[in-house]
């Protein structure tokens, strides 16, 4: 089982061939003396009596553990119902703090560090960017309206230049006219003696109408051309006065888009509202952290009442203590385990036993009983437990 940790609770064994050449005894031994042959099998025995030791303990712990299962199972059934109480409140606040730590940032550290070094200005920055934004927007509506103007003004310019032409091309055809008919007219009323009174009339009419039209036309155009460079002008002004305020508004908008990592006011809101909701997160979580240490206190101490083998082991499982089919599939792993560490413990301890008649018959057999071959061999019966 993951969740039973092996307990160090016992010092480590001793080491067993310590500075074994450094005794003078055993220097002049040879690796092929009766005593080195007996020590090298004590040596390779020793790892089996380890093995022995060591199954025995964790052995001793997991019955200590189904023993503890065996407890709970059999607790008055008021004393069952306020353990389970406090293990269901651990069970669900367990979950609501994995689901949190679980849960995908929406915003990211970077983000987050630099917004919670400034929080207490970000709402009137917000406020300052949206309507700087807004501003901007109106002084660039500004500035296409000023520039639509001074261009059509322009164009107006261009086309009272071009209407002045024409009526400078107009009057030279009026000239021209006006001087062919009178030389016709001159001609008919020498050459044919025609009574043409009325017709110079006519021709002298529509000679003054026609200059004056032209000269008005002129006049006309003269002033609207000079009102033309009149508004040109004062658009240029006012459009140099709009692209300052626009470049002013632009670069403080920048400005506070790169300082905080935004692209406009919208998704600096959009952050802010983000940070605001990790805030509440991690309020939330540090109030689930405080009710866990709480209910984890609470169970350990119910449970020690019932005087368990180790209380604590159960705040890490507390789904257990709720749900009978949880506490059943551990018992059962606890069980299988048990029985595995029976089976290696017994099968270590036949190596050990067949070792030990054997170093026993060559002890007997060589007459061998130096003490550091006596000292090893108490040490295998003692972690293995083995009489004489």
């Known amino acids: 089982m993951g969740f039973f940790k092996r307990r160090k609770d016992q010092k480590r064994l001793e080491k067993v061939l310590e500075d074994v050449q450094i005794s003078g005894g055993l220097e002049s031994l040879s690796d092929q003396s009766p005593a080195g042959t007996m020590i090298e099998r004590c040596e390779r025995v020793m790892e089996n009596a380890r093995e022995i030791d060591d199954g025995k303990k964790e052995y001793y712990i997991v019955t200590s553990?189904?023993?503890?299962?065996?407890?709970?199972?059999?607790?008055?059934?008021?004393?069952?119902?306020?353990?389970?109480?406090?293990?269901?409140?651990?069970?669900?606040?367990?979950?609501?703090?994995?689901?949190?730590?679980?849960?995908?940032?929406?915003?990211?550290?970077?983000?987050?560090?630099?917004?919670?070094?400034?929080?207490?200005?970000?709402?009137?920055?917000?406020?300052?960017?949206?309507?700087?934004?807004?501003?901007?927007?109106?002084?660039?509506?500004?500035?296409?309206?000023?520039?639509?103007?001074?261009?059509?003004?322009?164009?107006?310019?261009?086309?009272?230049?071009?209407?002045?032409?024409?009526?400078?091309?107009?009057?030279?055809?009026?000239?021209?006219?006006?001087?062919?008919?009178?030389?016709?007219?001159?001609?008919?009323?020498?050459?044919?003696?025609?009574?043409?009174?009325?017709?110079?009339?006519?021709?002298?009419?529509?000679?003054?109408?026609?200059?004056?039209?032209i000269v008005l036309r002129l006049e006309s155009s003269r002033r609207d051309s000079r009102q033309a460079e009149v508004n040109i002008n004062y658009a240029i002004t006012l459009l140099n006065?709009?692209?300052?305020?626009?470049?002013?508004?632009?670069?403080?908008?920048?400005?506070?888009?790169?300082?905080?990592?935004?692209?406009?006011?919208?998704?600096?809101?959009?952050?802010?509202?983000?940070?605001?909701?990790?805030?509440?997160?991690?309020?939330?979580?540090?109030?689930?952290?405080?009710?866990?240490?709480?209910?984890?206190?609470?169970?350990v101490r119910l449970l020690k009442k019932c005087e368990l083998y180790d209380s604590r082991v159960w705040i890490e499982q507390p789904q257990a203590l709720v749900d009978q089919k949880e506490m059943v599939e551990i018992k059962h792993n606890l069980l299988v385990r048990r029985q595995k560490l029976r089976s290696k413990i017994a099968y270590n301890l036949d190596i050990v036993k067949k070792e030990r008649r054997e170093i026993d018959r060559l002890m007997k057999l060589h007459n061998e009983n130096s003490p550091r071959l006596l000292e090893l061999i108490a040490q295998i019966d003692e972690m293995a437990e083995l009489g004489q």
């Not at 600096?268 to 509440?280: G, P, S, V």
């Open 65 to 213: 553990y189904l023993n503890d299962i065996e407890l709970i199972e059999n607790l008055a059934p008021d004393q069952a119902e306020e353990i389970q109480k406090a293990a269901d409140y651990v069970a669900k606040l367990n979950l609501a703090r994995d689901q949190f730590l679980n849960t995908s940032k929406k915003i990211s550290d970077a983000q987050f560090q630099m917004i919670q070094r400034q929080e207490d200005q970000i709402p009137d920055a917000i406020k300052n960017l949206r309507s700087n934004e807004e501003y901007q927007t109106t002084v660039k509506r500004d500035m296409q309206y000023l520039e639509g103007e001074k261009h059509e003004w322009e164009i107006q310019k261009k086309d009272l230049r071009r209407l002045r032409k024409r009526l400078r091309q107009a009057s030279f055809m009026l000239l021209f006219t006006v001087l062919t008919a009178a030389v016709l007219l001159i001609v008919l009323e020498k050459g044919f003696y025609y009574e043409l009174q009325y017709a110079w009339i006519g021709v002298i009419t529509a000679a003054f109408l026609g200059a004056a039209y």
């Open 241 to 299: 006065k709009v692209k300052i305020k626009y470049v002013n508004i632009t670069n403080a908008v920048d400005y506070v888009h790169e300082k905080y990592h935004v692209r406009d006011s919208r998704e600096f809101e959009y952050q802010w509202d983000l940070y605001q909701e990790a805030m509440r997160e991690q309020e939330k979580y540090r109030k689930t952290n405080e009710d866990l240490n709480y209910y984890y206190e609470k169970l």
